[in-house]
């Protein structure tokens, strides 16, 4: 009777210290890393209402003896496309490095949604989203367990992790290829699919390091239309680096970036207004006489060179009657062209971005090892 006693108060304790074996256990609630709490009073809150998604002071790495970014000063609004422009080894890569914790910063700081990438990293890493340079998909996953793999490292909640993926697979136009596996897809399809991993998780900045290398032309204008779409219809600011000139007026502000240092930084109009002056290339049957003849009747300096004369100056239109009345020679071609990133480029640095380019690349970002 004492055994049996004891055996049922036994089976009492078990069952008040684990389910009875029919019974479901009751889940673990876990705060998902998509639902983001609301920033803290003080500082952070501070810098939400500056409307600020990242902010640099001073930010500094260096490699060695070799500066890569120097004292890097930038604010980023909320909800904007901010372009990096510059050549290769301008620091564009290392600076996005650093903004998304994967390089520590020499010195000085930097602030992406609201939080410290050198003291709180992984608050960091919950708010943004990455896209590499060089492609990090495995090729031998379908398009919906690539996401489906993201959406569990980022911890998405279950009831919801089909809607969120099949949303980010129509949004990029991949829904109808979801169980093909990556290595059948075009290089446009594999960049979009990795612009929909980069913001499964729903984050607040989406940086895009030279998003369309290595694409043809009408594949990159599909990506962007893509990106416009993302961006009104996500809330998120896009920060891309680039040096594809045509990539950046997409963009609706820029910086210039040339040897680690930021050496201008305004929207596409404003930078080009600096230059001030329109570029007219004329075709004749004798340039080098045709460049005197503009020189000595309308006092204008004019070049010469493989593409013809050209001659630069403020409303180029209406110099155009002139120009062709003060020529005692047969004009073949003529054409106005408007101030350009490119001759924006050259009046910062000295020199376009083409020529830049000829220069070694620096570091790329680390992407991670597949």
């Known amino acids: 009777m004492g055994r049996g006693r004891r055996a049922g108060r036994r089976r009492a304790g078990r069952r008040g210290a684990l389910p009875h074996r029919h019974e479901r256990p009751a889940p673990r609630r876990r705060t998902p890393v998509n639902t983001l709490p609301a920033p803290a009073a003080g500082h952070r809150a501070t810098r939400a209402a500056n409307g600020a998604a990242v902010l640099a002071e001073d930010l500094t790495r260096t490699y060695g003896t070799r500066q890569a970014v120097t004292g890097l000063d930038l604010t980023v609004p909320t909800g904007r496309t901010f372009g ?12 996005i490095g650093m903004l998304c914790t994967l390089l520590r910063p020499t010195s000085g700081r930097a602030l992406v ?13 919950r708010r943004i989203g990455l896209v590499f340079q060089e492609s990090t998909l495995d090729v031998d996953l379908t398009a919906m367990e690539t996401l489906r793999f993201h959406a569990d490292l980022f911890g998405i909640p279950r009831r919801r992790r089909l809607d969120a993926i099949m949303d980010m697979l129509e949004l990029v136009e991949l829904a109808e290829r979801r169980h093909a596996p990556v290595r059948t897809f075009s290089g446009g ?20 390091d030279e998003p369309t ?3 043809d032309p009408q594949t990159r204008a599909a990506i962007w239309d893509h990106l416009r779409r993302l961006r009104e ?6 920060f891309l680096t680039t040096h594809q000139l045509e990539e950046a007026e997409h963009c609706d502000r820029i910086a210039i970036m040339d040897e680690g240092e930021l050496v201008a930084d305004g929207t596409p109009a404003a930078l080009k207004a600096v230059v001030g002056s329109d570029l007219i290339t004329v075709r004749t049957a004798d340039d080098p006489a045709a460049a005197l003849a503009v020189r000595e009747h309308l006092g204008l300096e004019a070049e010469t060179d493989t593409d013809g004369l050209r001659i630069r100056v403020a409303d180029g239109a209406a110099w155009v009657p002139r120009i062709c009345g003060a020529l005692p020679l047969t004009v073949h071609s003529l054409t106005v062209t408007p101030p350009t990133l490119d001759d924006a480029f050259l009046h910062y640095t000295g020199r376009t971005i083409r020529e830049a380019d000829s220069k070694p690349a620096g570091p790329a970002i680390p992407a991670p090892r597949r």
């Open 84 to 95: 990096f422009l510059g050549p290769n080894g301008a620091g564009k890569s290392t600076t």
């Open 113 to 125: 949604a609201g939080y410290d990438v050198t003291r709180e990293p992984h608050e960091v890493r």
């Open 189 to 208: 399809m594999r960049r979009r699919l990795e612009i929909a991993r980069g913001l499964l998780h729903t984050p607040r900045v989406l940086f895009l």
């Open 213 to 215: 290398t290595g694409l």
């Open 233 to 238: 219809e996500r809330d998120v600011t896009v």
